[in-house]
């Protein structure tokens, strides 16, 4: 570690986030004792629980998803292990950024002080370069102390190098105007970064941006945009090109390293949550994993991805986000278990979950979607797409789910409800939509559903779905060639509705043009709307008319008095 101002007094002292003051020797002391338990626990940091619970250790705050020290021993990296080797352990700071009582801001290590001043980002900086150089094994600093980040006119950003945890349990509040300048954490060409806790108020550029970084480990990332009106918007920007709509790229794999450090990420807009991208280098980034996010206001994403090979997402929960909750692009193979998103002021198109850009083989476990412009988008050649189950409930923009032009995607389940425009829109290769509930409860003429489920593509299965009250146009259309299935769908089918049964007529009754494909193998579902009043049986049967098929009902038992009935026409 080097040393790079003078140090302070000996009786400079810092006040924990449960407001216990401690000395500058005791929170050096924090470092190298006892690590993060104690740093936090402030005078409950006894060994043992303080509410009758589990022993923890050190860490009387365990809960799922801590560390358990054993008997106050860390059994943390036990890959780092050699035999002639014991690395620090993962939970204990290498370096402490703190903030004593006269509102300075320190960053002390195991053995001495590294920085010290007012500059609060600057500060964080100063103990991310003082960790060992060159370093193959991952060092970490801990930021307890609160900030505020002031209006600034050149880019502000803490950058992050290859092998660095960096836990932020405190908070970093950004206070710019102007142009948006700010990020708070940002990674290029770098490896082996993992941020375990992140929590960023007010209005940075991006809470977070990594750009062509591997093996990457975020787990609590809390952004909470405000005040983005004193922001210039990002048109305004003297370097935008109107003529182009844009911005020369951030992403161009050739530009120099400090070229692109110097860029403050142009992508078309500004104020979204978290960004990992793998676009300035030839090959996609890789291994990146995210346990879960709380994004709230972004005037873009809450969370994009672009250009990464094996992605894995806990939970994303994006609040009154212009854009998308989670927004994949070009990903390969990912694995999310819930995307969440609320919307109702978004002028945009954007979805709750989107998939763009050539997105291959992802599975979603949950989608819920509550107002926003769409619920689920899957588009432009993104192929081998799964979700589990939806909850999506007043999409505001042309369908609960889009599907458009792309392969193999299969919806397992779920509701969605009072849409405009069609419950689900699927255009595909292979699409299976299957268990899924699709109704408009709204009054009469506040019912803007088209349709409950509308298909054109090939290969799909459309199966065992109940579209009743689905849509004002129809229920279900489906527009397939031989090899769809559609069966098992209340409320609609390849044909859906009612005749009457006319008594002493042969045949009984005949409703044309149920299908026009000559090689598909139909069957019909019926049901009496009243009871007859006598003996009743009845026999059906396809008819090809030489354009079309017509489903033809003929009496074998007559009750006497005409019966209306209904059918559903599936194809097997």
Same mark, same amino acid.
């Given at each position: 570690?080097?040393?790079?101002?003078?140090?302070?007094?000996?009786?400079?002292?810092?006040?924990?986030?449960?407001?216990?003051?401690?000395?500058?020797?005791?929170?050096?002391?924090?470092?190298?004792?006892?690590?993060?338990?104690?740093?936090?626990?402030?005078?409950?940091?006894?060994?043992?629980?303080?509410?009758?619970?589990?022993?923890?250790?050190?860490?009387?705050?365990?809960?799922?998803?801590?560390?358990?020290?054993?008997?106050?021993?860390?059994?943390?990296?036990?890959?780092?292990?050699?035999?002639?080797?014991?690395?620090?352990?993962?939970?204990?700071?290498?370096?402490?950024?703190?903030?004593?009582?006269?509102?300075?801001?320190?960053?002390?290590?195991?053995?001495?002080?590294?920085?010290?001043?007012?500059?609060?980002?600057?500060?964080?900086?100063?103990?991310?370069?003082?960790?060992?150089?060159?370093?193959?094994?991952?060092?970490?600093?801990?930021?307890?102390?609160?900030?505020?980040?002031?209006?600034?006119?050149?880019?502000?950003?803490?950058?992050?190098?290859?092998?660095?945890?960096?836990?932020?349990?405190?908070?970093?509040?950004?206070?710019?105007?102007?142009?948006?300048?700010?990020?708070?954490?940002?990674?290029?060409?770098?490896?082996?970064?993992?941020?375990?806790?992140?929590?960023?108020?007010?209005?940075?550029?991006?809470?977070?941006?990594?750009?062509?970084?591997?093996?990457?480990?975020?787990?609590?990332?809390?952004?909470?945009?405000?005040?983005?009106?004193?922001?210039?918007?990002?048109?305004?920007?003297?370097?935008?090109?109107?003529?182009?709509?844009?911005? @020369?790229?951030?992403?161009?794999?050739?530009?120099?390293?400090?070229?692109?450090?110097?860029?403050?990420?142009?992508?078309?807009?500004?104020?979204?949550?978290?960004?990992?991208?793998?676009?300035?280098?030839?090959?996609?980034?890789?291994?990146?994993?995210?346990?879960?996010?709380?994004?709230?206001?972004?005037?873009?994403?809450?969370?994009?991805?672009?250009?990464?090979?094996?992605?894995?997402?806990?939970?994303?929960?994006?609040?009154?986000?212009?854009?998308?909750?989670?927004?994949?692009?070009?990903?390969?193979?990912?694995?999310?278990?819930?995307?969440?998103?609320?919307?109702?002021?978004?002028?945009?198109?954007?979805?709750?979950?989107?998939?763009?850009?050539?997105?291959?083989?992802?599975?979603?476990?949950?989608?819920?979607?509550?107002?926003? @412009?769409?619920?689920?988008?899957?588009?432009?050649?993104?192929?081998?797409?799964?979700?589990?189950?939806?909850?999506?409930?007043?999409?505001?923009?042309?369908?609960?789910?889009?599907?458009?032009?792309?392969?193999?995607?299969?919806?397992?389940?779920?509701?969605?409800?009072?849409?405009?425009?069609?419950?689900?829109?699927?255009?595909?290769?292979?699409?299976?939509?299957?268990?899924?509930?699709?109704?408009?409860?709204?009054?009469?003429?506040?019912?803007?559903?088209? $349709?409950?489920?509308?298909?054109?593509?090939?290969?799909?299965?459309?199966?065992?779905?109940?579209?009743?009250?689905?849509?004002?146009?129809?229920?279900?259309?489906?527009?397939?060639?031989?090899?769809?299935?559609?069966?098992?769908?209340?409320?609609?089918?390849?044909?859906?509705?009612?005749?009457?049964?006319?008594?002493?007529?042969?045949?009984?009754?005949?409703?044309?043009?149920?299908?026009?494909?000559?090689?598909?193998?139909?069957?019909?579902?019926?049901?009496?709307?009243?009871?007859?009043?006598?003996?009743?049986?009845?026999? $059906?049967?396809?008819?090809?008319?030489?354009?079309?098929?017509?489903?033809?009902?003929?009496?074998?038992?007559?009750?006497?008095?005409?019966?209306?009935?209904?059918?559903?026409?599936?194809?097997?």
């Amino acid at each position: 570690m080097s040393d790079n101002t003078p140090p302070q007094t000996e009786q400079a002292e810092r006040t924990n986030r449960t407001g216990s003051a401690i000395p500058r020797r005791g929170a050096l002391g924090l470092i190298g004792a006892a690590g993060l338990g104690a740093a936090f626990s402030g005078a409950a940091s006894a060994s043992g629980s303080t509410s009758g619970g589990p022993e923890t250790g050190n860490q009387p705050w365990y809960k799922w998803d801590a560390d358990v020290d054993a008997c106050d021993n860390g059994l943390y990296d036990l890959n780092s292990l050699e035999v002639d080797h014991t690395y620090t352990g993962a939970r204990e700071p290498d370096v402490i950024v703190w903030q004593d009582d006269d509102g300075t801001y320190h960053a002390d290590g195991t053995d001495d002080y590294v920085a010290s001043g007012d500059d609060y980002l600057g500060i964080i900086q100063a103990a991310v370069d003082s960790l060992t150089e060159d370093r193959t094994t991952k060092e970490r600093v801990l930021v307890t102390a609160d900030g505020t980040v002031e209006a600034t006119d050149e880019l502000e950003q803490v950058v992050l190098p290859s092998y660095t945890v960096v836990d932020v349990p405190a908070t970093i509040h950004v206070e710019d105007e102007g142009q948006s300048l700010v990020i708070p954490f940002r990674g290029l060409a770098e490896e082996e970064i993992e941020i375990p806790r992140l929590n960023v108020t007010g209005n940075p550029r991006f809470g977070l941006v990594l750009q062509n970084c591997d093996n990457v480990r975020l787990g609590h990332i809390n952004v909470q945009f405000e005040n983005l009106d004193v922001l210039d918007p990002y048109q305004d920007h003297p370097n935008f090109d109107p003529d182009n709509d844009d911005f @020369p790229p951030s992403h161009e794999p050739d530009r120099p390293r400090d070229e692109q450090l110097a860029d403050p990420v142009h992508v078309g807009e500004i104020n979204e949550g978290i960004r990992v991208s793998g676009r300035s280098r030839e090959g996609d980034a890789t291994d990146i994993l995210l346990e879960s996010a709380y994004i709230e206001n972004a005037n873009h994403h809450a969370v994009e991805f672009y250009d990464i090979d094996r992605v894995q997402i806990g939970r994303v929960l994006g609040n009154e986000m212009q854009g998308c909750g989670l927004i994949l692009n070009g990903i390969t193979d990912a694995t999310v278990d819930s995307v969440i998103g609320r919307n109702p002021s978004s002028s945009t198109a954007y979805a709750t979950f989107r998939c763009a850009n050539d997105c291959e083989n992802a599975t979603i476990g949950n989608v819920l979607s509550r107002d926003a @412009p769409r619920g689920i988008h899957i588009t432009s050649g993104s192929d081998d797409i799964t979700v589990g189950n939806v909850n999506i409930i007043g999409a505001r923009n042309n369908a609960g789910i889009a599907i458009d032009g792309v392969e193999n995607i299969t919806i397992g389940g779920g509701l969605i409800k009072n849409t405009d425009g069609e419950g689900v829109r699927a255009w595909g290769n292979t699409v299976t939509i299957t268990n899924l509930r699709v109704v408009d409860e709204r009054d009469e003429d506040e019912r803007n559903q088209t $349709h409950g489920i509308e298909f054109t593509g090939s290969n799909g299965r459309i199966v065992n779905n109940d579209v009743r009250d689905g849509g004002t146009v129809a229920d279900l259309h489906i527009d397939v060639d031989d090899e769809t299935v559609v069966r098992g769908n209340i409320g609609g089918g390849l044909a859906a509705g009612t005749t009457t049964l006319e008594s002493d007529a042969e045949p009984a009754a005949r409703v044309e043009g149920v299908s026009d494909d000559w090689a598909g193998s139909l069957s019909a579902r019926t049901h009496l709307q009243d009871e007859p009043p006598g003996q009743y049986a009845l026999d $059906h049967r396809f008819e090809w008319t030489g354009e079309e098929w017509d489903l033809v009902f003929e009496w074998e038992a007559d009750p006497g008095s005409n019966l209306e009935l209904e059918y559903v026409v599936d194809r097997l």
